[in-house]
């Protein structure tokens, strides 16, 4: 009892990629030696909710299934970039996998990808997107990040502007700075995402098709205020005298020092801000909230601002580079997709009703994607150029 206590412990384990990358190779091995294969069997049968046919192992393209199924396990445990993949069908995926390593004795490894590898594309290959931006100063200069080196890029009046190592924007501002109030736009275009630290410290993510507009010294100033469009995480410094103010699309966050996350890209209906440590109040003209740590204000185009739990994890899944769908229908999930691979989308015939839920690397090629994707049953794709058709 013992021993299936830990093989149930540690499958649930594995499916919900908890598991490290050597116990997820020892519990492989172990399904493979064939010792608990009634165990595992049984396990897989519960997560199915259903019997496996056994004709099920000798279906045509079964070998490719496994193929991708243990890619896809593979860069999970090797990458620790995806730990779930589409709703509930990628359960039967997992399970489709652990039936034919208990049958056939089989498992495979693939190697290992280095972090620091450039991902070169192959012809009209559609890439994931990459850590660029434009940073727009007051003055009206554009410097792309991406064809600049670390280092100093701006030292005027007392203000640094620097690309760190990591490719991060940094800014500096010393005591005696005789600048006047002047404002910076860091942009991301579709494929793009950036960090920038604030001059008072705070640090930004930008995620996709996103700009955030600041001052480049807040001493002096009431706020330190900021406008966002589209999607942006804050990690916000402390200062009880000086609030952080982000406007963005209707309304207004105040925040003394916080973590939060915010949606509010032009082609969205609902504005959403969730709050994952501290407190932040949002005022707009659909009514006055103060959030409390793993809450989300939904400020919606019409209607009233709502408050409600979330998993503030999957909110920001996308800053450890994943998609995050949580019940999204499938006009939001290539909303999402169509801004990281900056692809058009084009829908052919009636939409799907299906709702997807789950989490995917966004370091995948959108061929990759989209394969997922097709495999629930409910969409099916076509790529010409930089347009996908969603059928």
């Not at 206590?5 to 499958?11: A, E, G, P, Y």
């Not at 070169?120 to 080196?149: F, M, W, Y």
Request: aromatic share 8%; hydrophobic share 40%.
């Amino acid at each position: 009892m013992k021993q299936e206590k830990t093989i149930r412990d540690t499958f649930v384990k594995y499916i919900k990629g908890q598991l490290s990358e050597a116990e997820a190779r020892s519990f492989l091995e172990h399904i493979q030696s064939g010792k608990d294969s009634e165990i595992a069997q049984e396990l897989i049968r519960e997560t199915l909710d259903e019997d496996l046919e056994p004709s099920a192992l000798d279906q045509a393209g079964l070998h490719d299934r496994l193929d991708e199924s243990l890619l896809k396990l593979q860069q999970r445990m090797d990458e620790g970039a995806v730990r779930k993949l589409m709703i509930r069908k990628w359960l039967v995926g997992v399970a489709a996998v652990l039936v034919c390593l208990v049958a056939a004795g089989i498992l495979w490894y693939i190697p290992r990808r280095s972090s620091n590898e450039t991902l070169v594309a192959a012809p009209n290959e559609i890439i994931p997107g990459q850590q660029t931006a434009t940073l727009t100063l007051a003055d009206g200069r554009k410097i792309k990040l991406a064809e600049v080196k670390e280092g100093v890029l701006i030292d005027e009046l007392g203000v640094r502007i620097s690309k760190d190592a990591d490719g991060q924007l940094v800014y500096e501002v010393s005591d005696n700075t005789t600048a006047e109030d002047g404002y910076n736009t860091l942009i991301t275009a579709n494929g793009e995402t950036y960090k920038v630290r604030l001059p008072d410290g705070t640090q930004v993510w930008l995620n996709a098709a996103s700009s955030i507009r600041y001052a480049t010294n807040f001493s002096g100033q009431l706020f330190r205020s900021v406008e966002l469009k589209g999607e942006a995480y804050f990690d916000v410094t402390k200062n009880a005298k000086l609030p952080f103010v982000v406007h963005s699309k209707g309304q207004d966050i105040k925040v003394l020092g916080t973590r939060f996350n915010v949606n509010c890209y032009a082609d969205e209906v609902i504005v959403r801000t969730t709050l994952l440590e501290g407190a932040v109040s949002i005022n707009s003209a659909q009514g006055n909230v103060t959030l409390s740590p793993g809450q989300q204000a939904e400020l919606p185009s019409v209607g009233n601002l709502l408050v409600r739990k979330v998993d503030t994890n999957a909110t920001i899944a996308w800053i450890n580079n994943e998609f995050t769908f949580e019940g999204d229908d499938i006009e939001a999930v290539m909303r999402k997709i169509a801004r990281w691979y900056d692809v058009k989308v084009v829908y052919q015939g009636p939409k799907s009703p299906e709702k997807f839920g789950g989490e995917l690397s966004r370091f995948k090629s959108v061929h990759q994607v989209l394969k997922l994707l097709e495999r629930t049953g409910a969409v099916k794709f076509r790529i010409e150029g930089k347009t996908i058709y969603v059928q």
